[in-house]
C-alpha cells in the first residue's frame, strides 16, 4: 500500500498533471467567490476538456476546482454576508459581523487556516476511511437520512435567530417552498399557480441570491458607506496573524469540526448543506462562554470553516468506493472517473490504488495551496472592506444577476429573484433569521423523498423506530429543550447574550407583524390547496403548513398580546416604518432593478446590465466620467468574454432585436450586443 | 432581348438567386450550432449528446462549431418547450432530449409543444435491462415467489417504469414498486442497501452502477427491440452478454411457452411505440424541408463515423442502436395511434 501511496504523490506532481491542479485551484477560487457560481459549473466547463487526458491529469483539474470552492466561499460571506456557496451559510453568522467591525483580515487568517486544515483532515480520512466506509453508508437508508435532515433544520432554527419560534417558521416556509412544483412519483403540479415556469419547483440559486444576496446588497448600497463601519485598514497582516493564531489555539474544536464533516460528507445526500451548521451548532453549544456568538466570534467562523473543507473528502468515499455520489457536484465526478474507465468499486482500492491515492494527494495539496494563495490575497481582499460600498455593490450585482439567470435561462428566473429578494428584505428588516428558510429548501426536495420512500417500504411509519432514528429523534427533542432553556436564561438576566442572527439588529415591528400575518396566510391556503390531493401528494406539504401555522398563530397571539399592554403601538409601529427612509431608499433601489428587468426584455442583457451599473454609479454612487465609463464596460465585457463567450449561456431574445441588428454595421457581430 | 426573353432571363436569375439563399442557409460555416440538452450535466445522456456534438458539426457544411446548453426539467419538457417556442429556424437549434410521448399522449401540464409540428433528425433506442439482488432473485423462477419483490422507479407512470412494470406482469412476478427514486442512482443505493430488491435501467445505467461482475447485484433479463410488425430483433450481440435472456426467452423458460396476451401485446407496442426513440435530436418547427435533409444526412453520418463509434465505446460503453431517418419519423408521428387493449393495459400499469 505505501508503494501506491508514494506512486499517487507522484502522479500529482508530474507535468503537465500538477499544471492542471494549479489550474483547477484557480478556477475553483474564482467560482467559489463569486456567488451563484460554485464548483458545480466549474466540472460542467472543465468536463469536456478531460476526454482526452490521461486519469491523473482529468482528476488532478477536476479535484483541484471541487476541492477549493469550500475555501473561496468564505469570502462573500465575510465580506458582504452573502454564502458563497451553500455550504458557507454559518460563516456568515459570525464572519460578517468581524468584516463590519474592520476584521475581516482576522476571520480569513482562521478561515484559510482551518480551512486547508479540514482539507487535509478530509483528505487523510478518505484514505484510511475508504475500506471501513460501508457498513456507515449502507446503515443510512431512507429514514435516517430523513431524520438527520430534520435534526439539521431544528439545530439551524435554534441557531439562528433571537427567537426559535421564528426559526421552526422559517423552516417550515422552506419546507412548503421545496414543494412547488410536480410531485415526486404522481403528475399533480402543487402550487404552481397556472404558472409553467413553476411546474419544475423554484430554483435554488435564484431563491438563495434573492434571499440572501440581495438584501445585503441592498444594505450596502443605502448605508452608503463601506462594508466596514470602523475605520481599522491600518491591521491587514496583524489581524491576519491573529486569526491565525486563534485557529492554532483552538486545534481541539477544528479536529472535531473536521471529523463531523467527513462523517457528514459520507452520508449521500446531505454533505454540503447541512454541516456548516451543525459543526456550527457543535461550538456554540460546546462553549462555555457562547455570549459572543453571532457578534463576530472567531469560533463562530473556525467551526463551519473546518467541517465544510472537510466534507469534500468524506463525500468522495461512497462516489470512489461504491459509485453512489452524494450530490450534483459528486455525481459530476464520478461521470468523469468513469469517462477514464475507472469503475467505482473494489477497484478503486486495488488495481486502482495509486488513482485513488492521487485523488487523495490532490485534494491535500490543493487546500494547502487554495488556502496559502488566498492567505497572501487576503489582506487585499479584506481591504474592499474598507472600500466606497456603491464600487462594490454594481460588480456583485452583475454576478447574481447572472447567477440567478443561468438557473434556467428564462425570465421566471429573474422574477423569482426579486420577489425573494423582497421577501429577504422584509424578514432581515422584520427580525426573521433566513438561514431556516434556505436549508429547509434545499433540504425539502431529500426530506419529502425520504420520507414517502420510508412510508411506502415499510408501509407505515414502523420506522421511527430504527435505532439511528431513535437517536437522531432524541438529538432533535435535546436541541429543543436546550433552545428553550437558553431562550429562558437569556430572558431572566436580560443580557441579550446568545442571539445569533442575520437579522437587523432593530427589528421593525410592522414588517415583523407583516411578515407573521402573510404566513398566516400562506401556510392556510397551502393547507386547503394540499386537502384536494391524494395522500402522497399531500402529505409533505401539509407536515410543512400544519405547524407552521400553529406556530406563525401562537406568535401572532403572544405579539398581540404585547402590542395590547401598549395603547397605539400599532400606530405607531405603522408611522415609524412609513417614515423610515431605509424602507423608501429600499422601494427605489427594487424600482432600479424593475426598470433594469423591463430594459433587458427591449434590449437585451447585454446592453441593459452595463447601462444599470453606469446608472448605478451616477445616481447612487454619484461618480462622474471614466471611471463610471470604465466599470460598465469592464461589466459588459465580463458578459460578453465569460458568460456567452465561454459559459455559452442562452440569453433574452430582446423585443427590440430587429431593429437594433438593423444599427449594428456588417462586421460587428451580433453576439457582441444581444 | 425581347420581353419575352427578358421575362426568362428574370425567371432564371431569381430562381438561381434562391436556390443560392437555400446554398447558403444550409452552409453553416462560422454558424454555432446549440444543442439544448435536456439532460443534467455529468449524466448518462448529458454525456451522450456532448460526444455526439463534437462530432456532428464536421458532417455539417462549412463545419459549424457545435455546443452543448443544457436545460433540464419537466421530464425533457423544458428543453422541448424551449426549442419549440423560441428555437431559430435555420438549423442552428436542436435538441438533444429525451422524448416523453406518455406525456405528450395524457397532455400533462407543462407540455407545450407538439412533436408532429417539429422535424426529427435522428434517434436511438437504448437496451434496457431488469436488474436485482442476486440474493433476492438467485434463479428466474423466484421472481414469481410468494414474497413480493420491492421495484424502485422513479414512478409507474414515467416511460422507464411504464415498460419495466409490463415486463414484470408479462412474466407474472410477484413484485410491489415503490415509486419517487429519482434516478437509478438513487435505485442502485437503495439495492445496495437491500431496501428495495430490483430496479429497471437503461444498460449504461446498469453498467455504470454496477457492470456484469457486480458481486450483490445482476441483470435478470433485458427488453428485446421490435421491428415495425412486432417481430424480435436479434440481440444486440456487441452489447449483451449471450448468458443474459430476453425477457420472452425467460417466459419461454419459467411457463413453458412463449408469451402473448394483452400484457404482451401492451409491452410490444409500447416498446415499438414510446421506447424505440429514447433519444431524439428535433429542430424547431418551421424548418425548409432542404435544410432538414442535411441535418437527417449529418445525423446518419455522425452516428456511423468511426471515430465517435470509437470514442463512444471508450467513453461510455458500447453505443446504443440508431434508427434510420424512416424509423425515426414514423415514430414521431404515429406514437398517438394506441390500440384500445394496450391503452386500458397502460391504465392499469400507471395507476399501480
Given at each position: 500500500?505505501?508503494?501506491?501511496?508514494?506512486?499517487?504523490?507522484?502522479?500529482?506532481?508530474?507535468?503537465?498533471?500538477f499544471?492542471?491542479?494549479?489550474?483547477?485551484?484557480?478556477?475553483g477560487?474564482?467560482?467559489?467567490?463569486?456567488?451563484?457560481?460554485?464548483?458545480?459549473?466549474?466540472?460542467?466547463?472543465?468536463?469536456?476538456?478531460?476526454?482526452?487526458?490521461?486519469?491523473?491529469?482529468?482528476?488532478?483539474?477536476?479535484l483541484?476546482?471541487?476541492?477549493?470552492?469550500?475555501?473561496s466561499?468564505?469570502?462573500?460571506?465575510?465580506?458582504?454576508?452573502?454564502?458563497?456557496?451553500?455550504?458557507?451559510?454559518?460563516?456568515?453568522?459570525?464572519?460578517?459581523?468581524?468584516?463590519?467591525?474592520?476584521?475581516?483580515?482576522?476571520?480569513?487568517?482562521?478561515?484559510?487556516?482551518?480551512?486547508?486544515?479540514?482539507?487535509?483532515?478530509?483528505?487523510?480520512?478518505?484514505?484510511?476511511?475508504?475500506?471501513?466506509?460501508?457498513?456507515?453508508?449502507?446503515?443510512?437508508?431512507?429514514?435516517?437520512?430523513?431524520?438527520?435532515?430534520?435534526?439539521?433544520?431544528?439545530?439551524?432554527?435554534?441557531?439562528?435567530?433571537?427567537?426559535?419560534?421564528?426559526?421552526?417558521?422559517?423552516?417550515?416556509?422552506?419546507?412548503?417552498?421545496?414543494?412547488?412544483?410536480?410531485?415526486?412519483?404522481?403528475?399533480?403540479?402543487?402550487?404552481?399557480?397556472?404558472?409553467?415556469?413553476?411546474?419544475?419547483?423554484?430554483p435554488?440559486?435564484?431563491?438563495?441570491?434573492?434571499?440572501?444576496?440581495?438584501?445585503?446588497?441592498?444594505?450596502?448600497?443605502?448605508?452608503?458607506?463601506s462594508?466596514?463601519?470602523?475605520?481599522?485598514?491600518?491591521?491587514?497582516?496583524?489581524?491576519?496573524?491573529?486569526?491565525?493564531?486563534?485557529?492554532?489555539?483552538?486545534?481541539?474544536?477544528?479536529?472535531?469540526?473536521?471529523?463531523?464533516?467527513?462523517?457528514?460528507?459520507?452520508?449521500?445526500?446531505?454533505?454540503?448543506?447541512?454541516?456548516?451548521?451543525?459543526?456550527?451548532?457543535?461550538?456554540?453549544?460546546?462553549?462555555?462562554?457562547?455570549?459572543?456568538?453571532?457578534?463576530?466570534?472567531?469560533?463562530?467562523?473556525?467551526?463551519?470553516?473546518?467541517?465544510?473543507?472537510?466534507?469534500r473528502?468524506?463525500?468522495?468515499?461512497?462516489?470512489?468506493?461504491?459509485?453512489?455520489?452524494?450530490s450534483?457536484?459528486?455525481?459530476?465526478?464520478?461521470?468523469?472517473?468513469?469517462?477514464?474507465?475507472?469503475?467505482?468499486?473494489?477497484?478503486?482500492l486495488?488495481t486502482?490504488?495509486?488513482?485513488?491515492?492521487?485523488?487523495?494527494?490532490?485534494?491535500?495539496?490543493?487546500?494547502?495551496l487554495?488556502?496559502?494563495?488566498?492567505?497572501?490575497?487576503?489582506?487585499?481582499?479584506?481591504?474592499?472592506?474598507?472600500?466606497?460600498?456603491?464600487?462594490?455593490?454594481?460588480?456583485?450585482?452583475?454576478?447574481?444577476?447572472?447567477?440567478?439567470?443561468?438557473?434556467?435561462?428564462?425570465?421566471?428566473?429573474?422574477?423569482?429573484?426579486?420577489?425573494?429578494?423582497?421577501?429577504?428584505?422584509?424578514?432581515?428588516?422584520?427580525?426573521?433569521?433566513?438561514?431556516?428558510?434556505i436549508?429547509?429548501?434545499?433540504?425539502?426536495?431529500?426530506?419529502?423523498?425520504?420520507?414517502?420512500?420510508?412510508?411506502?417500504?415499510?408501509?407505515?411509519?414502523?420506522?421511527?423506530?430504527?435505532?439511528?432514528?431513535?437517536?437522531?429523534?432524541?438529538?432533535?427533542?435535546?436541541?429543543?429543550?436546550?433552545?428553550?432553556?437558553?431562550?429562558?436564561?437569556?430572558?431572566?438576566?436580560?443580557?441579550?447574550?446568545?442571539?445569533?442572527?442575520?437579522?437587523?439588529?432593530?427589528?421593525?415591528?410592522?414588517?415583523?407583524?407583516?411578515?407573521?400575518?402573510?404566513?398566516?396566510?400562506?401556510?392556510?391556503?397551502?393547507?386547503?390547496?394540499?386537502?384536494?390531493?391524494?395522500?402522497?401528494?399531500?402529505?409533505?406539504?401539509?407536515?410543512?403548513?400544519?405547524?407552521?401555522?400553529?406556530?406563525?398563530?401562537?406568535?401572532?397571539?403572544?405579539q398581540?398580546?404585547?402590542?395590547?399592554?401598549?395603547?397605539?403601538?400599532?400606530?405607531?409601529?405603522?408611522?415609524?416604518?412609513?417614515?423610515?427612509?431605509?424602507n423608501?431608499?429600499a422601494?427605489?433601489?427594487?424600482?432600479?432593478?424593475?426598470?433594469?428587468?423591463?430594459?433587458?426584455?427591449?434590449?437585451?442583457?447585454?446592453?441593459?446590465?452595463?447601462?444599470?451599473?453606469?446608472?448605478?454609479?451616477?445616481?447612487?454612487?454619484?461618480?462622474?466620467?471614466?471611471?463610471?465609463?470604465?466599470?460598465?464596460?469592464?461589466?459588459?465585457?465580463?458578459?460578453?468574454?465569460?458568460?456567452?463567450?465561454?459559459?455559452?449561456?442562452?440569453?433574452?431574445?430582446?423585443?427590440?432585436?430587429?431593429?437594433?441588428?438593423?444599427?449594428?454595421?456588417?462586421?460587428?457581430?451580433?453576439?457582441?450586443?444581444? | 432581348?425581347?420581353?419575352?426573353?427578358?421575362?426568362?432571363?428574370?425567371?432564371?436569375?431569381?430562381?438561381?438567386?434562391?436556390a443560392?439563399?437555400?446554398?447558403?442557409?444550409?452552409?453553416?460555416?462560422?454558424?454555432?450550432?446549440?444543442?439544448?440538452?435536456?439532460?443534467p450535466?455529468?449524466?448518462?445522456?448529458?454525456?451522450?449528446?456532448?460526444?455526439?456534438?463534437?462530432?456532428?458539426?464536421?458532417?455539417?457544411?462549412?463545419?459549424?462549431?457545435?455546443?452543448?446548453?443544457?436545460?433540464?426539467?419537466?421530464?425533457?419538457?423544458?428543453?422541448?418547450?424551449?426549442?419549440?417556442?423560441?428555437?431559430?429556424?435555420?438549423?442552428?437549434?436542436?435538441?438533444?432530449?429525451?422524448?416523453?410521448?406518455?406525456?405528450?399522449?395524457?397532455?400533462a401540464?407543462?407540455?407545450?409543444?407538439?412533436?408532429?409540428?417539429?422535424?426529427?433528425?435522428?434517434?436511438?433506442?437504448?437496451?434496457?435491462?431488469?436488474?436485482a439482488?442476486?440474493?433476492?432473485?438467485?434463479?428466474?423462477?423466484?421472481?414469481?415467489?410468494?414474497?413480493?419483490?420491492?421495484?424502485?422507479?422513479?414512478?409507474?407512470?414515467?416511460?422507464?417504469?411504464?415498460?419495466?412494470?409490463?415486463?414484470?406482469?408479462v412474466?407474472?412476478?410477484?413484485?410491489?414498486?415503490?415509486?419517487?427514486?429519482?434516478?437509478?442512482?438513487?435505485?442502485s443505493?437503495?439495492?445496495?442497501?437491500?431496501?428495495?430488491?430490483?430496479?429497471?435501467?437503461?444498460?449504461?445505467?446498469?453498467?455504470?452502477?454496477?457492470?456484469?461482475d457486480?458481486?450483490?447485484?445482476?441483470?435478470?433479463?433485458?427488453?428485446?427491440?421490435?421491428?415495425?410488425?412486432?417481430?424480435?430483433?436479434?440481440?444486440?450481440?456487441a452489447?449483451?452478454?449471450?448468458?443474459?435472456?430476453?425477457?420472452?426467452?425467460?417466459?419461454?423458460?419459467?411457463?413453458?411457452?412463449?408469451?402473448?396476451?394483452?400484457?404482451?401485446?401492451?409491452?410490444?407496442?409500447?416498446?415499438?411505440?414510446?421506447?424505440?426513440?429514447?433519444?431524439?435530436?428535433?429542430?424547431?418547427?418551421?424548418?425548409?424541408?432542404?435544410?432538414?435533409?442535411?441535418?437527417?444526412?449529418?445525423?446518419?453520418?455522425?452516428?456511423?463515423?468511426?471515430e465517435?463509434?470509437?470514442?463512444?465505446?471508450?467513453?461510455?460503453?458500447?453505443?446504443?442502436?440508431?434508427?434510420?431517418?424512416?424509423?425515426?419519423?414514423?415514430?414521431?408521428?404515429g406514437f398517438?395511434?394506441?390500440?384500445?387493449?394496450?391503452?386500458?393495459?397502460?391504465?392499469?400499469?400507471?395507476?399501480?
Amino acid at each position: 500500500m505505501f508503494s501506491e501511496f508514494i506512486s499517487g504523490a507522484l502522479l500529482v506532481f508530474e507535468w503537465p498533471a500538477f499544471g492542471y491542479l494549479l489550474l483547477g485551484i484557480l478556477v475553483g477560487l474564482w467560482l467559489g467567490a463569486v456567488p451563484g457560481l460554485g464548483g458545480g459549473l466549474g466540472i460542467v466547463l472543465a468536463l469536456p476538456f478531460t476526454y482526452g487526458m490521461e486519469p491523473a491529469q482529468a482528476i488532478a483539474l477536476l479535484l483541484g476546482i471541487y476541492a477549493v470552492t469550500a475555501t473561496s466561499d468564505t469570502i462573500p460571506s465575510v465580506m458582504l454576508g452573502i454564502p458563497g456557496t451553500a455550504s458557507s451559510q454559518a460563516t456568515v453568522l459570525d464572519g460578517h459581523p468581524l468584516a463590519r467591525s474592520g476584521k475581516a483580515a482576522r476571520a480569513f487568517g482562521a478561515a484559510f487556516t482551518v480551512s486547508a486544515f479540514g482539507g487535509i483532515f478530509g483528505a487523510l480520512m478518505l484514505a484510511v476511511s475508504l475500506p471501513l466506509a460501508l457498513p456507515i453508508i449502507l446503515k443510512f437508508n431512507n429514514p435516517e437520512l430523513f431524520m438527520l435532515a430534520v435534526a439539521g433544520l431544528v439545530m439551524v432554527s435554534s441557531l439562528s435567530g433571537a427567537s426559535l419560534v421564528k426559526g421552526l417558521i422559517g423552516a417550515c416556509l422552506g419546507l412548503l417552498l421545496s414543494t412547488v412544483g410536480y410531485a415526486d412519483d404522481a403528475s399533480i403540479p402543487r402550487y404552481w399557480l397556472g404558472t409553467p415556469y413553476l411546474l419544475d419547483s423554484l430554483p435554488l440559486i435564484p431563491v438563495v441570491l434573492g434571499l440572501f444576496a440581495v438584501p445585503e446588497l441592498m444594505d450596502l448600497a443605502l448605508r452608503d458607506s463601506s462594508i466596514s463601519r470602523v475605520d481599522n485598514r491600518d491591521g491587514g497582516s496583524g489581524e491576519m496573524m491573529a486569526g491565525v493564531r486563534a485557529a492554532l489555539r483552538e486545534w481541539w474544536l477544528v479536529l472535531r469540526c473536521s471529523a463531523i464533516g467527513v462523517y457528514i460528507g459520507m452520508i449521500p445526500g446531505l454533505g454540503g448543506a447541512v454541516v456548516d451548521w451543525i459543526a456550527y451548532g457543535h461550538a456554540f453549544q460546546s462553549s462555555k462562554d457562547n455570549s459572543r456568538f453571532g457578534k463576530g466570534d472567531i469560533r463562530g467562523v473556525i467551526a463551519p470553516e473546518a467541517a465544510n473543507n472537510a466534507v469534500r473528502g468524506g463525500a468522495l468515499i461512497p462516489t470512489v468506493a461504491f459509485g453512489i455520489p452524494g450530490s450534483a457536484m459528486n455525481a459530476l465526478l464520478l461521470s468523469a472517473l468513469l469517462i477514464q474507465g475507472l469503475q467505482p468499486g473494489r477497484a478503486m482500492l486495488t488495481t486502482n490504488l495509486d488513482i485513488t491515492f492521487s485523488m487523495v494527494w490532490t485534494i491535500a495539496i490543493a487546500n494547502v495551496l487554495a488556502a496559502g494563495v488566498l492567505m497572501v490575497w487576503s489582506g487585499y481582499i479584506a481591504r474592499l472592506a474598507f472600500l466606497p460600498s456603491h464600487w462594490i455593490v454594481p460588480g456583485v450585482m452583475l454576478f447574481v444577476l447572472m447567477g440567478a439567470w443561468s438557473a434556467n435561462f428564462h425570465t421566471g428566473d429573474w422574477v423569482s429573484l426579486l420577489a425573494f429578494s423582497a421577501i429577504g428584505f422584509v424578514m432581515k428588516r422584520g427580525g426573521w433569521a433566513r438561514p431556516p428558510v434556505i436549508l429547509a429548501f434545499i433540504l425539502g426536495g431529500l426530506m419529502e423523498n425520504s420520507f414517502l420512500l420510508s412510508w411506502k417500504i415499510h408501509q407505515g411509519v414502523g420506522w421511527l423506530t430504527r435505532p439511528i432514528v431513535v437517536v437522531l429523534g432524541i438529538v432533535v427533542v435535546l436541541t429543543i429543550a436546550f433552545a428553550i432553556r437558553t431562550a429562558r436564561k437569556k430572558a431572566t438576566t436580560s443580557t441579550g447574550n446568545a442571539s445569533l442572527s442575520d437579522a437587523d439588529d432593530e427589528e421593525d415591528m410592522t414588517l415583523s407583524l407583516l411578515t407573521a400575518v402573510l404566513l398566516a396566510v400562506v401556510f392556510a391556503g397551502a393547507c386547503l390547496a394540499a386537502l384536494a390531493w391524494p395522500t402522497f401528494v399531500r402529505a409533505f406539504p401539509l407536515i410543512a403548513a400544519v405547524p407552521g401555522l400553529g406556530l406563525v398563530l401562537v406568535l401572532l397571539s403572544g405579539q398581540s398580546r404585547r402590542l395590547a399592554r401598549v395603547p397605539g403601538a400599532v400606530k405607531v409601529a405603522l408611522q415609524a416604518t412609513i417614515a423610515d427612509t431605509t424602507n423608501r431608499k429600499a422601494a427605489m433601489f427594487f424600482g432600479y432593478l424593475l426598470a433594469l428587468f423591463a430594459a433587458a426584455l427591449f434590449i437585451g442583457q447585454k446592453l441593459a446590465i452595463p447601462a444599470f451599473v453606469a446608472i448605478y454609479l451616477l445616481r447612487w454612487g454619484r461618480f462622474r466620467g471614466a471611471a463610471v465609463a470604465g466599470y460598465a464596460c469592464v461589466c459588459w465585457a465580463i458578459l460578453v468574454l465569460f458568460y456567452d463567450r465561454l459559459v455559452h449561456i442562452l440569453w433574452i431574445r430582446p423585443v427590440l432585436a430587429q431593429p437594433i441588428d438593423g444599427l449594428v454595421p456588417d462586421w460587428l457581430p451580433l453576439w457582441l450586443i444581444h | 432581348m425581347s420581353i419575352k426573353q427578358k421575362a426568362q432571363f428574370l425567371a432564371v436569375a431569381l430562381a438561381l438567386a434562391g436556390a443560392a439563399t437555400v446554398a447558403q442557409a444550409q452552409d453553416f460555416a462560422g454558424k454555432i450550432i446549440t444543442i439544448i440538452n435536456s439532460n443534467p450535466p455529468g449524466s448518462g445522456g448529458d454525456l451522450h449528446g456532448r460526444i455526439f456534438a463534437k462530432y456532428f458539426g464536421r458532417h455539417l457544411p462549412g463545419t459549424p462549431e457545435v455546443i452543448v446548453i443544457n436545460k433540464t426539467g419537466g421530464s425533457g419538457a423544458a428543453a422541448m418547450n424551449f426549442v419549440y417556442e423560441t428555437g431559430t429556424k435555420d438549423g442552428t437549434t436542436l435538441c438533444y432530449c429525451g422524448f416523453d410521448a406518455a406525456a405528450v399522449i395524457a397532455e400533462a401540464p407543462g407540455i407545450r409543444y407538439v412533436p408532429e409540428n417539429m422535424d426529427i433528425i435522428g434517434s436511438a433506442v437504448t437496451n434496457l435491462v431488469f436488474a436485482a439482488r442476486k440474493d433476492r432473485v438467485p434463479d428466474p423462477a423466484s421472481l414469481t415467489d410468494d414474497s413480493a419483490l420491492l421495484i424502485g422507479g422513479r414512478g409507474a407512470g414515467s416511460a422507464m417504469g411504464t415498460m419495466g412494470n409490463l415486463g414484470l406482469r408479462v412474466l407474472d412476478a410477484n413484485y410491489r414498486y415503490i415509486p419517487g427514486y429519482g434516478g437509478f442512482s438513487k435505485i442502485s443505493a437503495s439495492m445496495l442497501a437491500d431496501e428495495v430488491h430490483a430496479g429497471h435501467a437503461g444498460l449504461s445505467g446498469f453498467l455504470r452502477f454496477f457492470g456484469w461482475d457486480h458481486e450483490d447485484i445482476g441483470a435478470v433479463y433485458y427488453h428485446p427491440v421490435f421491428d415495425a410488425q412486432g417481430a424480435e430483433l436479434p440481440r444486440d450481440s456487441a452489447s449483451l452478454p449471450e448468458t443474459l435472456p430476453s425477457i420472452s426467452e425467460l417466459h419461454q423458460s419459467l411457463h413453458g411457452v412463449a408469451p402473448s396476451g394483452q400484457w404482451w401485446d401492451a409491452y410490444v407496442w409500447y416498446r415499438s411505440k414510446i421506447m424505440s426513440a429514447t433519444i431524439a435530436l428535433t429542430t424547431p418547427p418551421g424548418l425548409e424541408p432542404g435544410l432538414v435533409d442535411v441535418l437527417q444526412d449529418a445525423f446518419q453520418k455522425t452516428t456511423s463515423d468511426p471515430e465517435y463509434l470509437a470514442e463512444y465505446r471508450e467513453t461510455i460503453s458500447e453505443p446504443p442502436t440508431f434508427n434510420s431517418t424512416e424509423m425515426s419519423e414514423s415514430l414521431f408521428s404515429g406514437f398517438r395511434d394506441m390500440p384500445a387493449g394496450v391503452a386500458e393495459a397502460l391504465q392499469e400499469i400507471v395507476s399501480e
